[in-house]
């Protein structure tokens, strides 16, 4: 048996790992190219996000700017709608796209859509366990107790549930954005195809690191595996 750090389940990672920079890059890529492109109707990714919301009777969610870049996100416990500097305040299709994106959100919060209502309810188990699980499972390992091992593998389960359920959320986020986008008039046809390149590279983002996850917790159960 090699050492934990260096077993040969480490190779295992390596691809993940390859996906991981290939879906960063991707996203930058992309969003860095449609950021440069105007949209024709000239509208912001604050103006758009505030219409979506309305329109969907979400007039209650504000819709705020934050500091950094693709640092946008919905906070569902606040309500607050979070657009970075360079989608806030933007008119290029990028920033619609991801404005729209985020708008999807809060919809689906709003609506009450089942597999965000799951995955708002497993966020506290999903980060209880991720800061265990590895913990427990290396004192299993090293001082040879299969239960900590045991429990280590069920407390990071939760995690990689957490970026299972993830997936179908931001696809439907992402489908919802681009339908409201063309359906109100907010991008020509040809821009919803480009916003939806946009956002199909923030898919892979979503991809990869749900990709890690199973990876790892497959990692845990062959070193598991190991030790009987």
Do not use: C
């Not at 749900?210 to 062959?222: E, F, G, K």
């Amino acid at each position: 048996m090699f050492p934990f750090f260096i077993d040969w389940t480490f190779l295992l990672l390596i691809p993940a790992l390859g996906l991981a920079f290939y879906a960063q890059a991707k996203v930058k890529g992309t969003f860095q190219t449609y950021s440069k492109i105007t949209s024709r109707r000239g509208f912001t990714g604050a103006q758009v996000a505030r219409h979506l919301l309305d329109h969907s009777g979400l007039g209650h969610v504000q819709v705020t700017r934050v500091k950094g870049t693709l640092t946008d996100h919905y906070d569902p416990r606040k309500k607050v709608l979070n657009l970075s500097e360079g989608v806030h305040n933007s008119n290029s299709v990028a920033a619609l796209g991801i404005a729209a994106h985020e708008a999807g959100h809060a919809i689906q919060h709003g609506l009450g859509y089942s597999p965000l209502v799951l995955r708002n309810s497993i966020v506290p188990a999903a980060n209880f366990g991720t800061s265990l699980a590895f913990p427990l499972f290396l004192i299993g390992f090293f001082f040879r107790i299969p239960t900590f091992m045991d429990i280590g593998i069920v407390f990071f389960s939760l995690a990689v549930l957490f970026h299972l359920v993830t997936l179908p959320v931001e696809l439907n986020a992402s489908q919802r954005a681009l339908v409201l986008l063309g359906s109100e008039g907010y991008l020509d046809q040809d821009e919803v195809g480009s916003a939806k390149k946009v956002l199909t590279a923030a898919a892979w983002t979503y991809v990869a690191a749900a990709t890690m996850a199973a990876v790892q917790l497959l990692r845990l159960i062959l070193l598991r595996g190991s030790r009987d």
